[in-house]
């Protein structure tokens, strides 16, 4: 089994051997991680530094869903929706234990509504071609009720059926991380970059914070890759203040409801709520997760909050499609991501913004990448290391990741108890921690379908260094069921105090700070 990701003996190496860096990248979600495997992989020297934990931000928020974008399709993007449905295919068969297919069902109230969304699905299938996860067709009511038991059935005159792909978004932030590291790069969390070193004029490296100690290290590389998605202006204004900002960042919040309040293995899908967007309601992990909105925001903190009048917006309409109407006494969470949108001159509110990435090499050679979504972030990635390798003078290598597998993989036969399987092949292992002891082998929670002994195993192999990274990315006890995560959050801080050597005002300050983050995922 590949080694576990040791960040104590990676600091140690950055202080007792400073080397130079093929690239360094700056960012520890969906982008960076992507960019920083495509790099590894090529056989760069690769190092990414993350000022929080890897995916603390947009991207362990996201809907969970790996898709080509039917709204793209509405808004007329069709290479977008080619490219994220290529992309799409690559990942379940990269990623087959964290990313699968899944049925989402359109219900129809209008006449029109199904031949219209029939004709749009059917292009969608045209488009996936090969990569294609099941084709589409139309439903009669009794099917459409058959596979959602739960939808609202007073009008409902048909439905319209077609697939596309869910994943565990934080699952696989770590699964990339530890990919990097199988490939010998170095990804480090808690690693914040206070500035970028010049030759002359131009970007030859950083120098960076590891928050736990305040110690600061200057690093050398011969291209710097700026992917720090929604934080990527502050990036761009540290090399060059009088940049202008370029980030449009708009908040989507989620709310997260029993599973019983959509009974069946399919998703909805509604192509066009009153504000013109796209509104779900998947099953996941044995809740209902319904989203999402687009609200344009000025600044962009690591905690973003819900408004008032999205969480009424998101209860509304859940209540218009499912036959029970959740009330807030039902939300079990509510988590909010904003979105990495890059303006254009004159656009027109946020949730007409293309959803594509951008490139851009500013005068001293920093590469930013940003913009784009999960579900491209190889594409992504690969379009990165091209224009970095370019600019660094790196001897040029093809791409290996579009068939490369990610760590773990495992083609699923069965479930596991709890979300195991997530795993993938390091399952096995994850069960012998939890053997270690009566405690590790005993739920964290009972209303949550994760076990103690996963903390352990996060902080030993998967660079976990606090409560909240174990309970909302490691695990997604907090998006399950935040009260319920406040409740394990003592047990947790123990089994984590032990294993990565901490007192008990640790274990007490570590509880404290997460009862404050976890309470701003409860409805008030």
């Not at 007792?16 to 992989?41: C, K, R």
């Not at 000022?51 to 007329?76: E, I, M, N, P, W």
């Not at 058959?146 to 932030?173: M, T």
């Not at 409560?467 to 003592?490: K, N, Y």
Request: hydrophobic share 40%; charged share 25%; proline share 5%.
């Amino acid at each position: 089994m590949a080694q576990g990701m040791n960040r104590a003996a990676w600091l140690a190496q950055l202080r007792e051997e400073p080397e130079y860096w093929d690239v360094i990248v700056i960012g520890g979600g969906a982008t960076g991680l992507g960019t920083a495997l495509e790099s590894a992989a090529r056989g760069y020297r690769t190092l990414l530094l993350e000022q929080h934990d890897f995916a603390k931000a947009t991207s362990s928020r996201s809907t969970k869903l790996v898709h080509g974008g039917v709204r793209y399709l509405q808004q007329g993007n069709v290479s977008l929706v080619m490219e994220a449905l290529k992309e799409r295919g690559r990942l379940l068969a990269n990623a087959p234990h964290v990313a699968h297919n899944l049925p989402f069902v359109v219900p129809v109230y209008d006449w029109w509504e199904g031949p219209f969304y029939g004709v749009g699905m059917k292009l969608y299938d045209l488009l996936a071609g090969k990569m294609g996860l099941g084709p589409s067709k139309v439903l009669s009511r009794e099917e459409t009720m058959r596979r959602l038991p739960n939808v609202e059935p007073k009008g409902l005159r048909n439905g319209v059926i077609y697939h596309d792909g869910q994943f565990d978004d934080s699952r696989l932030a770590i699964t990339l991380a530890r990919t990097i590291a199988d490939k010998g790069g170095v990804p480090l969390n808690y690693m914040k970059v206070t500035e970028l070193r010049k030759r002359g004029d131009l970007v030859a490296g950083v120098r960076a914070t590891d928050t736990e100690t305040g110690e600061e290290y200057e690093l050398d590389a011969r291209v710097v890759v700026n992917a720090t998605g929604i934080f990527s202006d502050d990036i761009r204004q540290i090399d060059d203040p009088e940049e202008e900002r370029l980030m449009a960042p708009s908040q989507g919040v989620h709310i997260v409801l029993d599973g019983s309040f959509l009974a069946g293995e399919s998703a909805i899908m509604v192509p066009k709520t009153a504000d013109g967007r796209v509104l779900f309601a998947v099953p996941w992990h044995g809740r209902t997760i319904v989203g999402t909105t687009d609200t344009e925001i000025h600044d962009t903190p690591l905690e973003p909050r819900a408004k008032e009048e999205e969480i009424a917006f998101l209860l509304e309409h859940a209540a218009i499609y499912l036959a029970r109407d959740p009330k807030r006494e039902d939300v079990l969470s509510v988590y909010c991501g904003v979105r990495p949108l890059v303006r254009s001159p004159g656009d027109k509110g946020t949730a007409a913004l293309a959803r594509d990435h951008v490139l851009m090499i500013s005068k001293s050679n920093l590469v930013t990448i940003t913009g784009g979504k999960w579900t491209t972030y190889r594409k992504m990635a690969e379009d990165t290391v091209d224009t970095a390798a370019l600019v660094a003078g790196l001897d040029e290598r093809p791409s290996p990741t579009r068939d490369l597998r990610l760590h773990g993989w495992l083609k699923q036969t069965a479930k596991s108890d709890g979300l195991l399987s997530l795993y993938g092949s390091d399952e096995p292992g994850v069960r012998r921690v939890m053997g270690e002891a009566p405690e590790l082998g005993a739920p964290m929670h009972e209303r949550l379908p994760y076990f103690l002994g996963e903390a352990a195993w996060g902080a030993r192999h998967e660079m976990a260094r606090t409560v909240e990274d174990v309970l909302a990315r490691r695990t997604r006890a907090l998006l399950l069921d935040a009260r319920a995560s406040i409740e394990a959050a003592p047990e947790v801080a123990r089994v984590l105090a032990r294993e990565l050597d901490r007192g008990p005002d640790w274990e007490s300050a570590q509880v404290e700070a997460y009862r404050e983050l976890a309470n701003g995922y409860l409805l008030p």
